[in-house]
């Protein structure tokens, strides 16, 4: 190859990283996205600077598709007062103190929020598939840690829970300490780094549109890299602004479609505000 040639690509590598670097700075800056993990703004400033050509339209579209997927379901939370609340509750070793004090957390992210009026009927029938868990991968996983007082998990069950939300992870890091469990959260982009821990179980509640949103396929690209031996994949049946559009019947026919390729065996579970599969990966034959 013409070496000129090689030089014009190099630095057009160079510029496009410079210039991505300007905007993933500038999606950083703002107040709302501070605390998301830079290689998720990167993945998606790159993309919408190679389809919009200019920064200013860059900037403007990765922080609009950064509050699809995450800023959206967000509300303001004040982590160190979260922590304390629920250190003290802890101390008073009721169960019942502390399952009143992380639903008034769960009620802070839209989508934990939905699942407080089934909360208790959850996950029973989800481990009576699976089995009860002793390792499990908590995938997007919000607020939903907050849910373990209803798990009824053995204590040293291994919870690897993946956000994207740096603020969020260090506080439930520290929730997971409390609850008696290893402190397994991870700041990490699932798309960017696919989990490649073993473990019983795979929790991707309402995760699946949101990656689909991100990439083509993203979802997809996940779900046939874990290694895991079931996955548990919950829907909204409703959007967040309480419009039911069809929505549980299209995600019902893209992962049973998924499933069958894959030949996944599948157990249906419907709860009044959330749809469920529990998909089994491994038959351990
Ligand atoms: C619809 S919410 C679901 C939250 C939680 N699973 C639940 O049902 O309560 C989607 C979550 O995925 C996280 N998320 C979005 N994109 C992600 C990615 N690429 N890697 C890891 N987490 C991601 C968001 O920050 C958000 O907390």
Known sequence: MDESLVGDENNHTR??????????????????????????????????????????TAVKETKR????????????VDYHA?????????????????????????????STRERLPILDEFYPPIWAVTGRPASLLDLGCGLNPLTIPWMDLA???????????ADRVAFLNRTLALAGCLRLAR????????????ADVALLLKTIPCLDRQEPDGARRVLTSL?????????????LGGREKGMARNYQAQFLALAEEQSWPVTRLAFATELVFVAQLETGS
């Open 227 to 239: 290694r895991t031996r079931f996955v548990v994949a919950g829907f909204a049946i409703k959007s």
């Open 155 to 165: 204590p040293g069950t291994r919870y690897h829970a993946f956000d994207i939300d």
């Open 187 to 198: 700041c990490q982009d699932i798309l960017c780094q696919p989990p490649d821990a073993k």
């Open 65 to 76: 598709k950064l509050h699809q997927v995450y800023g959206a379901y967000e509300e303001p």
């Open 82 to 110: 979260a922590h304390t609340r629920l250190a003290v509750a802890y101390e008073t070793r009721s169960e019942a103190e502390v399952r009143a004090v992380c639903r008034g957390l769960l009620a802070r992210h839209a």
């Open 15 to 56: 510029l496009e990283t410079i210039v991505t670097d300007g905007i993933v700075a500038a999606v950083l800056r703002s107040r709302k996205y501070r605390a998301v993990c830079p290689d998720t703004v990167r993945r998606i400033a790159r993309r919408e600077l190679a389809n919009r050509g200019d920064v200013k």
